[in-house]
């Protein structure tokens, strides 16, 4: 993927749709050595997922966040908390709020964990792309600590970095897995992955096929323009 290809190999990591290439590590990184997991989508949907009305912020607030965080033990706040830290996680713009709500709402990530989101946000400008539908799949179970959930999203990144001028940024698709638990009454991210899902705006009709199952078992939601 730059003149493209050596930065978006690095930046989309193992991409599961149109490419497939190994995410190396930083040139300095002080995160303890991990053998790094390979991402596995969530093979499908717990039925009955609820469906989400209101729009997600591509670039969410504290406060949105801290609202999400201690809503109740159910499937539909869990998608809620987990989309917002992703977006957060994304989110590269001036006013992100990612660094101070992964010191908050962090519960002991494993370090390759850790070190994807330090490769992930190192693409000043990039976030989720306003106005764009993403995709959502998840389940719920009760667990040792209260709940746990598991949530994957395919959603629509843009990367001034990685553009040809400043109001022409790239485009592409990228998936994250992200498992959230719910104990003493809030939400936390116990786990996050991500990769590639697409190096292109729209879908190929392998990609759609493979990657996305051609839309089935998947939930839609807006993303706010």
């Known amino acids: 993927m730059v003149a493209l290809g050596?930065?978006?190999?690095?930046?989309?990591?193992?991409?599961?749709?149109?490419?497939?290439?190994?995410?190396?590590?930083?040139?300095e990184d002080s995160t303890p050595p991990a053998a790094d997991r390979s991402f596995r989508q969530l093979d499908a949907d717990q039925p009955g997922g609820p469906r989400h009305r209101a729009p997600?912020?591509?670039?969410?607030?504290?406060?949105?966040?801290?609202?999400?965080?201690?809503?109740?033990?159910t499937r539909r706040d869990a998608e809620t908390f987990a989309v917002l830290v992703s977006h957060a996680i994304e989110d590269q713009t001036e006013d992100s709020i990612a660094d101070a709500l992964l010191n908050q709402y962090v519960d002991e990530l494993p370090a390759d964990s850790v070190r994807t989101i330090k490769e992930n946000r190192d693409f000043p400008g990039n976030r989720v792309v306003p106005g764009s539908r993403s995709f959502v799949r998840s389940l719920i179970r009760e667990?040792?600590?209260?709940?746990?959930?598991?949530?994957?999203?395919?959603?629509?990144i843009e990367s001034p970095t990685l553009g040809d001028a400043p109001d022409q940024p790239f485009v592409?698709?990228?998936?994250?897995?992200?498992?959230?638990?719910?104990?003493?009454?809030e939400w936390a991210l116990?786990?996050?992955?991500?990769?590639?899902?697409?190096?292109?705006?729209?879908?190929?009709?392998?990609?759609?096929?493979?990657?996305?199952?051609?839309?089935?078992?998947?939930r839609r939601f807006d993303v706010a323009g």
């Open 56 to 73: 997600f912020n591509s670039e969410p607030t504290s406060d949105q966040v801290a609202d999400a965080s201690r809503a109740e033990p």
């Open 190 to 218: 116990k786990d996050y992955q991500s990769a590639g899902a697409s190096e292109y705006p729209e879908f190929s009709k392998w990609t759609w096929r493979g990657t996305m199952n051609s839309g089935r078992d998947w």
């Open 172 to 185: 592409f698709w990228a998936q994250s897995k992200l498992v959230v638990v719910w104990s003493d009454s």
């Open 143 to 156: 667990s040792a600590e209260g709940y746990e959930a598991v949530v994957l999203v395919v959603e629509k």
């Open 6 to 27: 050596t930065v978006l190999v690095v930046f989309i990591g193992a991409c599961s749709g149109d490419h497939q290439a190994p995410m190396p590590g930083p040139e």
